[in-house]
C-alpha cells in the first residue's frame, strides 16, 4: 500500500510536466492566414430563363481598373475565380442583345452570383408607319443634392419616366427628358441638366452610377470611363473631397 501511493506521487508531476511542455510546443507553431481568394459566377438567361452560351462577361474592379474577360459555357455561366475583394462592375454582351452591367462588392469567401437577363435589341425606334414625334418637353436644370446612389439614381428615373410622351402610342416617336450633363456645385450639390428630345428605343439605356473612392484626376476618371465603351459619359456629382459619382448613359 505504501509503495503504491509513492509510485503515484512520483509519476503524476511527470505526467503533468509532459503535458505542459507538449502544450507549449503546439502553441509555438507558426499560424499562417492565406490570402481569401474571391468568386464571381455570372449566368445569361433570355426572356424565357434560358441560358445564353457564348456571351461575353466582364468583371472590372473600379478601385484598381483591373478587368477579367471570358464567355459563358454552355450552361450559360462563366466564374471569374481569385479575385480581390472590393466593388465590381459586371457586364454581359452579345450582339443582337442590350448589354447589361450591373455593380457588386464582394466581401465573402461564398463569392457573388450575378444572373442577367438578356433583352432583345430593338431593330428600329417605329414599329410600323411613324406619324411623327410626340411633343418635346423643354430643358429643365435642377439644382440638387445627394450622399449616396441610390437616392439619385431613382430621383433621376423618376425626373425622366414622368416626362415621358407617346411610349405607348403605336407610330409615334416618344419624347421626353433625358439627363445630358452634371455641373457640380459643391459637395453633395449640383446642378443637373435635363434635356428634351426624341427617345430612341434602340439605344436608349438608364444611367449608370458608379462610386468612386478618391479624389478626382483625369488621367485614372478617363480610364474608368474607358471601362464602358457603350456607355456615355454624362458627369460627375462630388460627394467629398475624397469620393464622387460617376455617371454614364
Not at 457564348?54 to 455561366?77: K, P, Q
Not at 411613324?130 to 446612389?149: K, Q, W, Y
Not at 446642378?191 to 483625369?218: N, W, Y
Not at 485614372?220 to 460627375?236: D, M, N, S, T
Request: proline share 6%; hydrophobic share 40%.
Amino acid at each position: 500500500m505504501r509503495f503504491t501511493q509513492l509510485f503515484v506521487g512520483l509519476l503524476l508531476p511527470t505526467g503533468m510536466m509532459v503535458q505542459a511542455q507538449s502544450s507549449q510546443r503546439l502553441n509555438a507553431w507558426p499560424v499562417t492566414n492565406p490570402v481569401p481568394a474571391f468568386t464571381i459566377r455570372v449566368v445569361a438567361k433570355d426572356s424565357t430563363g434560358a441560358v445564353i452560351p457564348g456571351t461575353s462577361v466582364t468583371a472590372a474592379n473600379v478601385e484598381t481598373l483591373v478587368s477579367d474577360h471570358s464567355v459563358t459555357d454552355e450552361t450559360g455561366g462563366h466564374q471569374f475565380n481569385s479575385l480581390s475583394a472590393g466593388r465590381y462592375v459586371v457586364s454581359a454582351a452579345l450582339t443582337g442583345f442590350r448589354t447589361n452591367y450591373r455593380e457588386v462588392e464582394i466581401t465573402a469567401r461564398a463569392g457573388v452570383l450575378v444572373e442577367f437577363e438578356m433583352n432583345i435589341k430593338p431593330t428600329g425606334d417605329c414599329p410600323g408607319y411613324c406619324e411623327g414625334p410626340a411633343p418635346i418637353p423643354p430643358t429643365r436644370v435642377l439644382r440638387a443634392a445627394f450622399d449616396d446612389e441610390k437616392s439619385l439614381e431613382s430621383w433621376i428615373q423618376t425626373i425622366e419616366s414622368e416626362s415621358a410622351v407617346g411610349l405607348n402610342s403605336f407610330g409615334t416617336q416618344p419624347t421626353g427628358l433625358r439627363l445630358t450633363s452634371i455641373i457640380p456645385i459643391e459637395n453633395g450639390t449640383s446642378l443637373f441638366v435635363f434635356e428634351g428630345g426624341l427617345i430612341h428605343l434602340a439605344t436608349d439605356s438608364s444611367p449608370l452610377l458608379i462610386r468612386v473612392k478618391e479624389p478626382m484626376d483625369a488621367e485614372r476618371l478617363a480610364a474608368r470611363v474607358g471601362l464602358f465603351p457603350e456607355r456615355r459619359f454624362i458627369g460627375v456629382h462630388r460627394l467629398s473631397a475624397s469620393a464622387y459619382l460617376l455617371v454614364l448613359r
